[in-house]
């Protein structure tokens, strides 16, 4: 009963380098996000899909792209990383859109850091 | 903007009762959750509030008065575990699928 499984769990980079982070879904979820979460700041969506093939952008998605080439697959990459970036990052699927009281089923959530 | 608050840090007694409130904007409001996450985890669902009222799940109960943009989570016979942080997350009309979250309440139970 894996749920939302991410990789990896810690990372450090470089400034300048690239990633690109993992998540997968086995619940058949529609809906899949990625969030990030820093002291004080609570969680923030950086990007979101509602479909496979589908994307769209958040609160946060400067510096980060994201992919959703199959439904139970979902991307985020950081094509040049920045110290800004470090942080813990979260991803989320739900069945329905959340209005309709899917919740957010979370990843276990991968560390960076970005030096 | 759409501003969630709730307090940052609460204390309380195991066995105790603690209410955590939390305030949003009304304007576009479209149900409001509540999730747990204990440190260094990834948060859980506890609840779920879209009409007025009191939402009541074994020690926890959840209220909302969409009027007043105002939710508290109520938690009975605290225990040890019960020390974490408290996210209240609300959807908004308009806003697709997303949610906004406020920035955590840390309980800490003692004995």
């Known amino acids: 009963n894996a749920g939302v499984t991410q990789t990896p769990k810690f990372r450090v980079l470089k400034t300048g380098q690239s990633m690109t982070l993992l998540c997968a879904q086995d619940m058949n979820h529609e809906y899949m996000y990625w969030y990030r979460q820093d002291p004080g700041m609570g969680l923030r969506l950086i990007h979101y899909?509602?479909?496979?093939?589908?994307?769209a952008k958040g609160e946060v998605p400067d510096g980060y792209n994201v992919s959703r080439l199959k439904k139970q697959n979902f991307l985020l990459g950081l094509e040049s990383a920045a110290p800004s970036q470090t942080s813990v990052y979260f991803c989320a699927s739900s069945y329905l859109r959340t209005a309709n009281n899917s919740p957010l089923h979370f990843g276990n959530g991968t560390r960076l850091t970005v030096t | 903007g759409q501003n969630i608050d709730q307090p940052t840090e609460m204390t309380a007694t195991e066995g105790a009762i603690v209410q955590i409130n939390c305030t949003y904007q009304?304007?576009?409001?479209?149900?409001l959750f509540w999730y747990q996450q204990h440190a260094g985890e990834a948060p859980t669902f506890l609840s779920y509030?879209?009409?007025?009222g009191l939402e009541e799940k074994g020690r926890f109960s959840s209220f909302l008065s969409r009027s007043k943009g105002y939710s508290y989570l109520l938690l009975k016979e605290l225990q040890m575990k019960d020390s974490a942080s408290y996210l209240c997350a609300v959807a908004f009309t308009g806003g697709g699928n997303k949610l906004t979250f406020g920035t955590g309440t840390q309980l800490k139970v003692e004995l």
């Open positions: 509030n879209v009409l007025d």
């Open positions: 899909s509602v479909g496979e093939g589908t994307t």
């Open positions: 009304t304007s576009g409001f479209n149900g």
